[in-house]
């Protein structure tokens, strides 16, 4: 089935720019995903890059997609206290009904002062 | 969160009864999901539905059964509660853009469950 891993912990300085990584293993995902989950709340949807795409920016966040490689990175500018929390990446595969979503453990960022 | 409401948000059982959460929506989304959270695993899917009575399931559906009878409404039953079920159990729907193509999803905000 399908995979994606993810490093399991990030610490950044504050101010400095944060990389989380995410690899996955569907050749056929159409979408690919950064959730952002802080301590004890749900699931936040920060971004989306649709596979055709080789990059997203929004504010801050900064998506590169790199199909060939089927690796997707997170890149945090500016990174405040506030962006510690647990980013998963998830991708959407293209195959049977309903397009389910394939998570990865996530990646715990703490951002230090 | 696009009008995703999970009940009860906390419930602590015990082994071997029967339990049932509900995720309820008001935005008439066709697609629908149940989600466990675990450490080191990230967020797995037990089942999903893809209209009223359609369900199917997903990569860790041993234990759980759905139904969904109405658009509105997603019950996931743990037919006979085990401590291995102990997790934070997520509702999602899937939203689509104007021309039907799904393009992403909105989560709920949990519900603890404790098997003890």
């Known amino acids: 089935g399908e995979d994606v891993e993810q490093s399991l912990f990030l610490s950044v300085r504050e101010g400095d720019s944060s990389v989380i990584n995410c690899t996955y293993t569907d050749s056929s995902s159409t979408y690919l995903y950064w959730y952002k989950q802080e301590p004890g709340a749900g699931l936040q949807l920060l971004t989306y890059i649709f596979s055709n795409m080789d990059m997203k920016q929004d504010q801050r966040l900064t998506v590169l997609l790199n199909k060939k490689d089927k690796h997707l990175s997170l890149r945090i500018a500016d990174t405040q206290t506030g962006d510690s929390a647990i980013y998963f990446c998830a991708e959407r595969g293209n195959t049977g009904t309903a397009s389910k979503l394939t998570f990865g453990t996530g990646t715990r960022l703490q951002v230090t002062l | 969160d696009a009008g995703i409401t999970q009940s009860p948000r906390h419930k602590v059982t015990e082994t071997g009864t029967p339990v049932t959460l509900r995720c309820h929506q008001t935005?008439?989304?066709?697609?629908m999901y149940w989600y466990r959270q675990d450490p080191g695993h990230g967020l797995r899917l037990i089942h999903y539905s893809y209209g009223v009575k359609d369900t199917d399931k997903g990569e860790v559906s041993d234990g759980y059964s759905v139904s969904r009878s109405k658009t509105e409404d997603f019950l996931l039953t743990l037919e006979s509660a085990t401590s291995s079920q102990t997790s934070v159990y997520f509702c999602a729907i899937s939203e689509s853009n104007p021309g039907g193509n799904i393009y992403g999803y909105t989560f709920g905000s949990g519900t603890r469950l404790t098997v003890v």
């Open positions: 935005e008439n989304h066709r697609y």
